[in-house]
């Protein structure tokens, strides 16, 4: 609780967690994970947990339920209580109990081969009479919308419908509290709109405590009762979603996302408003209100340049008409027709399942299609040998960090060249430009294992580049980096582009996408159903919301707006909207 809510310490209900003078450092780490944590978190509440990756938020998560340090080590300062017990001290079994934990990925916790039998393992090993623990299964499965699904196997469920599992199985122990850690950051919009929908319900109906450490601040901002930003191992700043969320400025210096419409705010007051602009709103339904005194300005707002032409290069990937039915029966492509063409910068966009790593797929030549042609740089793609295609196509898998496997940088980027048998200055030649290109020079004689996890990725591009491939293909490279590190990403992709490679860039984050991509595809259904200039695309509304996608919260708001967007004003980021807004005579309302 915070000093904000108005009580006193005699008028707020029992903690149900307690932190005083929390440290902690990994083993062998040169600083604190933690460092100094003091709080407490009632029963009831809501909690959003938010910071830049190395933050410290998941060792905190795993603080409570003891995993921190009775499973790494390490050294501990401090004492962490649950419901009055030291977590230290008391068995991680019995903490489960208390403290159900949900990880960002679901795979790596779902263990069984049917989702009544996942939900069932928790409570077997915990003893629970065979009795209760179907009652047990039955009220989770329901609470978390999967009933129906008992005998299915967890393979066969959608990445938020695991997710979901994942609850149903903390939920199942009727714990007092669940904790996730980053539990959307693999999911496509629709399964992130469950899963806190599902969340938000769980707090309300059932009063059970949600703490939540997350990179999306928008749907945090949405839910939660109170926020608690992170940077260092300390707590910056702990209040209100708006309180937090709302000050933009404090997010940046933290590099903290703020939600697009809380970046839009701030970015139009600082140009109409002299000084410090106020806190800014945090979801769209206190846009409206906020805005209000900038009514005049968005009125005289002049329209947007038009469109810059597209591309006339040749194209360099094309499906045409391709159908893809997979052996089980699964049409995942029904007539798909697409071109990419030479010095284009694509991002392809669509709910997980719509077919988008099928159609990569086919153009690697990985999967041929049922019905239909791929073709690249003009060549049917089934008359080219994979490693002509290699040659051709960079493809940087959405774990990139899978992709290394050699003892050291330079030998990583090396590695395809020497396959190929290029003569040893070529190589050479080669490895120093990718190298280069990456900024991993100094690192060349490390080990890949030995990087962050950021430079595991730009070691995964270089070694992509190095065969000189004309067209670059990244499947979903921003998924689990926080906000600084999917940026850095995508100005890795700019850069290529600019020197000349095609760029196909496969994403769910559609508001990361101004300024850099110019066109957007989006699949549903195993088609293309839009395909256009980004601007075009974005301010489709009901065409876009029918893929199940979202535009950024900038867009939405200038949508609304009388006459906006129809008139050629089409911001796609917070800085296009402020520059379009001019001060008027007489100052604002």
């Not at 419908?161 to 669940?178: F, G, N, V, Y």
């Not at 490679?501 to 957007?520: C, N, P």
Request: hydrophobic share 45%; glycine share 10%; aromatic share 4%.
């Amino acid at each position: 609780m915070t000093a904000e809510d108005g009580q006193t310490s005699d008028e707020r209900p029992e903690p149900l967690v307690t932190f005083e003078r929390v440290g902690y450092a990994y083993p062998g780490a040169s600083r604190r994970a933690l460092d100094g944590l003091d709080m407490t978190i009632a029963r009831g509440e809501f909690v959003g947990i938010v910071g830049a990756t190395g933050a410290g938020k998941s060792t905190l998560c795993l603080t409570l339920n003891g995993i921190v340090p009775q499973f790494f080590g390490g050294s501990f300062f401090g004492t962490v209580r649950i419901t009055g017990r030291d977590t230290l001290e008391t068995p991680t079994s019995r903490l489960a109990a208390t403290v159900g934990m949900v990880f960002e990925d679901p795979e790596t916790q779902i263990t069984a081969t049917t989702v009544e039998g996942e939900v069932a393992f928790a409570l077997e090993n915990l003893k629970v009479p065979t009795e209760l623990m179907q009652v047990r299964v039955a009220e989770a499965l329901r609470a978390v919308g999967l009933a129906g699904l008992e005998r299915k196997h967890p393979a066969r469920l959608s990445g938020g419908q695991k997710q979901r599992l994942a609850i149903a199985s903390a939920l199942a122990l009727a714990p007092d509290c669940i904790v996730l850690d980053e539990p959307t950051s693999q999911l496509d919009p629709v399964g992130t709109a469950e899963v806190f929908a599902l969340l938000s319900r769980l707090n309300r109906e059932r009063g059970i405590t949600i703490i939540v450490a997350s990179h999306a601040g928008e749907e945090l901002a949405a839910v939660a009762t109170r926020i608690l930003l992170l940077s260092g191992g300390r707590i910056i700043r702990d209040g209100s979603p708006g309180a937090v969320l709302g000050d933009v400025a404090l997010l940046k210096t933290h590099d903290v996302r703020p939600p697009d419409i809380a970046q839009a705010f701030a970015a139009v007051a600082a140009r109409l408003i002299p000084g410090a602009p106020p806190l800014a709103p945090v979801t769209l339904g206190e846009a409206a209100e906020a805005f209000a005194p900038f009514a005049e300005a968005f009125s005289a707002a002049a329209p947007e340049p038009a469109n810059p032409p597209a591309s006339s290069g040749a194209p360099v990937l094309e499906a045409i008409g391709v159908s893809h039915v997979y052996p089980d029966g699964t049409a995942a492509l029904r007539g798909v027709d697409l071109a990419i063409r030479r010095g284009e910068f694509v991002a392809l966009g669509g709910r997980n399942g719509c077919g988008k790593s099928t159609l990569i797929r086919h153009f690697l030549h990985l999967l041929s299609p049922t019905t239909g042609t791929v073709r690249v740089d003009g060549s049917d793609v089934t008359g080219l040998k994979i490693s002509d295609l290699a040659r051709r196509i960079g493809y940087v898998a959405q774990n990139a960090h899978q992709q290394l496997f050699c003892d050291s940088v330079r030998e990583e980027v090396a590695f395809a060249l020497t396959l190929m048998k290029r003569p040893k200055g070529e190589i050479d030649a080669a490895v120093h430009f990718a190298l280069d290109a990456m900024r991993l020079s100094d690192l060349a004689d490390r080990h890949p294992a030995s990087l962050s996890r950021g430079d595991r990725l730009r070691l995964a591009i270089a070694a992509t580049l190095a065969p000189g491939p004309d067209m670059l293909i990244f499947d979903e490279p921003t998924t689990g980096q926080d906000w600084a590190g999917a940026l850095a990403i995508l100005d890795i992709c700019r850069s290529l582009n600019a020197i000349g490679k095609t760029v196909l860039l496969v994403t769910h984050h559609l508001y990361l996408l101004a300024g850099y991509a110019e066109r957007l595809v989006v699949m549903a259904q195993g088609r293309v159903v839009l395909d256009g200039p980004l601007d075009e695309v974005l301010y489709s509304g009901p065409a876009l919301a029918a893929a199940s996608l979202a535009p950024p919260q900038t867009v939405s708001f200038a949508a609304g707006l009388d006459g906006f967007a129809a008139s050629g004003r089409r911001p796609l980021s917070p800085s296009a909207l402020a520059a379009l807004v001019e001060p008027v005579a007489g100052g604002l309302r």
